[in-house]
């Protein structure tokens, strides 16, 4: 088969495709509506429900620590305050950070030439990991939650092996999932370990695009590359 | 630009360019649901859109860009590269008996070998055959008129391979 034939077999088909649509003439309320429903419908009720209950914990976390450092501070364990302070504000600092993501992606330029859209869209969606990155360097403020003036007094040499251990393992696993998130690792086998679920599909997708982009530009000249 | 003209130049470019939209759809989206989803989001899209239209650009340049831009973002995770498209039985029906096995197996081995491809190789092969020149592609892609030869050359000797192992 030639290209000529090709082209004729691919565009025979497409004018009959063509003659069987029926579109509807659609007015601009229901557009409208429809687009309001449709950024509704891009978020999955799982991520709905991970940002709902990511702003009450943040706020309740807010009011709460707000009402300790004002009215109960001396008597409040520091350790305490100190990693909820940071717990809070390391979440508080993911969930703006997500939600800047999303409406970023939201308003790209989707008239733009693909390569340039696509690369816009693949990029922002790989900032995902930002998001995670700074989750991970929360695990060892969980681990110093319960920790008291008390147990620098009391405590025996044993005890504090033990327990500064565990905050040095979680604050080694947490720097370095910070330092090793990132695209170039994502071949790695705890990578795809990690980043498993349905619910990352969208990132990884994201990542094989980027690749996909690269190797057009990796064609061409330098001039023309696609730039961010 | 008031609401009724805008209305009305987008319920033209719906009515003289729908075919765009669902050929676009139809290389990205094997379901017939997510089909139309896919066209009414272009749809959308092409209203959000229409105040950034310049006159620069033809109107099928700019729906190309739109179209495929929404099918490459929104509809990726709904494509899945081992399935088979089947042709609807109404292509089929202006063609002669003899010629419709023939014309049936390879409209279903291109249109295999269209979904198998990576989604801005697929964009690339669908506005080859739609038969825009290279430099409409580069235009809509946003490359070099020179690397769109280079890529459809590539793309050319693949599908050149698969039909050769076509019986006749």
New interface residues.
Partial sequence: MNELELKQLWQTTSEKLEKTIAVNRINSEEISRLKIYHFISLMKPIKIFTLLAGIVWVGAGLIILSNLYLNSFSEMSKFFLFSASVQVGLTGLALFMYLYQLFTIYQVDITEPILRAQKKIASLKTSTLWVTRILCLQLPFWTTFWWTEMMLQEWNVLQWLLTAGITLAFSFAAIWLFLNIKSKNSDKKWFRLIFNGMEWAPLINAMALLDQLDEYNADIEPETRVRL | MK?NE??LQ??NI??QH??IF??VA?AYCENEDDRQDLV??M???V???LH??DNQFRIST?LY??S???A???Y??NTRRDTKYS??N??M??ISEEEKTA?ER??SL?EQFICEL????R?LMLLY???KSHAEIA??????V??VG??IGRI?EK?KSR?SQLKP
Avoid: C, H
């Avoid at chain 2, 990576?118 to 190789?121: A, L, R, V």
């Avoid at chain 2, 235009?139 to 070099?144: M, P, R």
């Fill in positions: 609401e805008r209305r987008f319920q719906v009515e729908k075919g669902y050929r139809r009414q989001e749809m959308i899209q209203w959000q859109s950034r239209y700019w860009r739109i495929l831009n929404v490459i973002s929104f990726r995770k042709v609807p109404e292509q029906a202006e014309k390879q409209l291109l990576k989604e801005i190789d964009a055959l739609e038969d235009e809509i892609l946003g490359t070099s020179s690397n280079t890529k050319k599908l039909f």
